[in-house]
């Protein structure tokens, strides 16, 4: 069995990662070897997940002298809210855990974004592993600490900072997960390249065939390295107060746009996608990126299957009201994420004007 392990370095926050194949079967042991105590837990995880995998993760725990309780949501984003949240409360406490009992999070990012809060949050606080099944849960949402449910009126409004004690992340799991969503999950990988690694743009444009046939070497590898590099970025900017901010690229149009649409016709990373291409526009204009660097960019997100081209007629008011609800907003400017060169990132101030010209 192949699999790395780093860490995440946090001071005495600082937790291990590993990535690999077949590690759902290590759970038990790993768990024990991050200094979790046996006994009590829960396994929080949606229906499509806990069908396919919830049966040989309690097992395994339970052979290593876990009690866990399954705790399962309904799938999908509805379920990221304050009423699942006081669903799943209780259900922690029908199963008398104390403050030693761990919660696993079993599952893409709403899982994890749920869960994490629920563990933050119950009894002041329990331990947390994370098992990311989706592809944009191993990539990026299991490490970083971002924890939330959703309001009606936005995303992840209500959230806290929690760090997990473990995150094992089994790519075999990406087997089963729907190709949209799989393909979704590589706008943020594309997104490690632009912004801090040339060399993982090359390789990518290499190995995406395979990937897309989600042969498990190259799977391995794409995740161990968007880890390590959402690693280093929040090692050194926990909270979000500078380097963490190019983590954002793509974000500020994609966000515009999911939300301008009512969240209904792109998934998040296809939204980024479309942002990432726009962006790297108004780099070339404002930033120097070189114009082939910003069109290989955008032949990568293609070849990821991702759009690339704001839908037509879509710079409407609906547009701009959305933009100006950018926590980043600063008068009738925002902070925006640019290149300079594919692989290195810098924030610049722009005008709604200067941004729209380029849309
Ligand atoms: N905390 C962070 O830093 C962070 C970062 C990015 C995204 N997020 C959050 O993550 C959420 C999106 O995550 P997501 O895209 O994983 O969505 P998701 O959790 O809804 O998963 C997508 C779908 O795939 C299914 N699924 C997951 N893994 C599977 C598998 N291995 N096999 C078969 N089906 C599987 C799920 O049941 C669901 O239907 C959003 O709420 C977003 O806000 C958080
Ligand atoms: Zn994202």
Known sequence: MKSAQFLVELGRNSYPVQVGRGLLEDIGESARDAGLSAGRCAVITDANVGRLYATPVLKNLQDHGFRPQLVEIAPGEVSKSLATLDWVYHRLADTELDRDSAIFALGGGVVGDLAGFAAATYLRGLPLVQMPTSMVAQVDSALGGKTAVNLDRAKNLIGAFYQPRLVLVDVVMLASLPEREFREGLAEVIKYGAIMDAPLIEWLEEQMPAILARDLDPLSELVERSLRHKAVVVSRDEREGGLRKILNFGHTLGHALEASTSFGNYLHGEAVAIGM??????????????????????????????????????????????????????????EFVLLDRLGHALTRKLSFDQIIEVT
Request: proline share 2%; glycine share 10%; aromatic share 4%.
């Open 277 to 334: 291409s726009a962006a790297a526009r108004l780099s070339t204009r404002h930033c120097g990126l070189r114009l082939e660097d910003a069109e290989r960019l955008r032949r990568l997100l293609t070849a990821a299957g991702l759009g690339t081209e704001l839908p037509k007629g879509w710079l409407s008011g609906e547009f701009i009201s959305a933009l100006r609800l950018d926590k980043k907003r600063q008068g009738d400017s925002l």
